[in-house]
């Protein structure tokens, strides 16, 4: 079974940054898109950075030039790196992992959150 296992989170001062982490394991036999999602609460889940087999990125406005993603496919890692975190950007951040299986089939997983809190 997949196991996604984020760290990373925690509370910040507004103009700060964070790093976090997603490591997956298990079946995994190829990597077709690695991202991460963010959820405030009485919101609804949304994209906050992708990238794609192909290396496409993907960033909505409310990040745009302030968060950066990147993967390591060998190490099945990927980090998202928050800089001038507001007080907006406070959720709970989930790693989510496209792949193949074992038996060819597509499965998303999710890892189990961490949290982001941007206060003064």
Not at 25 to 31: A, E, P, T, Y
């Amino acid at each position: 079974q997949v196991q996604l296992v984020e760290s990373g989170g925690g509370l910040v001062q507004p103009g700060m940054s964070l790093r976090l982490s997603c490591v997956a394991s298990g079946n995994i036999v190829s990597i077709a898109y690695m991202g991460w999602y963010r959820q405030a609460p009485g919101k609804e889940r949304e994209l906050v950075a992708g990238i794609s087999y192909d290396g496409t990125i993907n960033y909505p406005d409310s990040v745009k030039g302030r968060f950066t993603v990147f993967r390591d496919n060998a190490k099945k890692t990927v980090w998202l790196q928050m800089n001038s975190l507001k007080p907006e950007d406070t959720a709970v951040y989930y790693c989510k992992l496209d792949h193949l299986d074992l038996w060819a089939r597509v499965t998303s997983d999710w890892g189990q959150g961490t949290q982001v809190t941007v206060s003064s």
